[in-house]
């Protein structure tokens, strides 16, 4: 189903000192982040989302990846324990936004769960036991939003959309080391060169999707696969370790 809203947060002004292993993260730009982060949210628009600002968080470097702090489905949000103490502040202004549209409720301890790790589709949700997210979030997520989730299981990476998000029409991306995990049978899975691995976090509006500029190949798959491809600037995102799906929440 399409989506209708976009929750967004503009990157804010400690936003330099986010958490990140990427090797050009020294070099990162809080004014081209805004502009990328600006031009996201126009895009968005022009799709015929209407898009909720949250205040911004100039206290949390990470603030500007709201997809982290919520996960929505059913018309439900379950408000994320995030395993990063750091990270731990930026929910009350996602929480309180979102209780203006929907039924909300907290993951509570031992639960760690980042919404970087669910991938959504059709009737169902997959997410990563993570670095980030551990059973018994996905156990709360599960009771709380109702819905089925099946599991990936590997605590070396962050999160599960850096490597496989749902496109639609039955269609995944990702990366070859997940397309044959049984949480992904049934789906036709696009698998993109492994020089393109960022390109597996794709955000899907409808027939739209949104992909990292500069991977040609992958976004062609995509294109081919019958989706149209709008291209967008991310670097300064990447630098971040954050990705598009990352900039979100859509309901």
């Known amino acids: ?21 990427h090797p050009l993260h020294h070099t990162v730009s809080l004014k081209g982040a805004r ?21 911004r968080d100039d206290k949390h470097p990470d603030s500007c990846f709201v997809e982290d702090n919520a996960v929505v489905e059913n018309g439900k949000a379950l408000i ?6 750091s990270r731990r502040g930026e929910q009350p202004g996602v929480a309180a936004t979102l209780e203006e549209y929907m039924p909300i409720k907290w993951a509570e301890e031992p639960a760690t769960i980042e919404g970087g790790d669910v991938v959504h589709a059709e009737g169902k949700l997959i997410s990563g036991i993570s670095d980030r ?5 996905v156990a709360q997520l599960q009771e709380w ?4 989730v099946a599991t990936i299981f590997d605590p070396t990476i962050m999160h599960l959309k850096s490597y496989v998000t749902y496109l639609g029409k039955g269609i995944m991306i990702a990366t070859e080391k997940y397309a044959n995990h049984p949480a992904l049978e049934g789906y036709n899975i696009l698998i993109p060169p492994a020089e393109e691995g960022y390109a597996a976090d794709t955000l899907a509006v409808g027939d739209t999707v949104l992909m990292a500029e500069g991977y040609t190949t992958a976004q062609t798959m995509v294109k081919e696969a019958g989706f149209d491809v709008i291209s967008l600037n991310v670097s300064e995102i990447q630098k971040c370790d954050g990705a598009l799906t990352c900039l979100s929440v859509l309901w």
Do not use: D, F, W
């Open 35 to 55: 502009e990328q982060h600006q031009k996201y949210r126009e895009t968005l628009a022009e799709l015929g989302l209407e898009v909720i600002m949250v205040p």
């Open 80 to 85: 994320c324990r995030m395993a990063k103490e």
């Open 133 to 137: 997210t551990n059973y018994e979030g």
């Open 145 to 148: 939003l109702e819905v089925p």
């Open 1 to 21: 189903m399409t989506p209708r809203h976009a929750l967004v947060r503009e990157p804010g002004n400690q936003y330099t000192s986010c958490l990140s292993e």
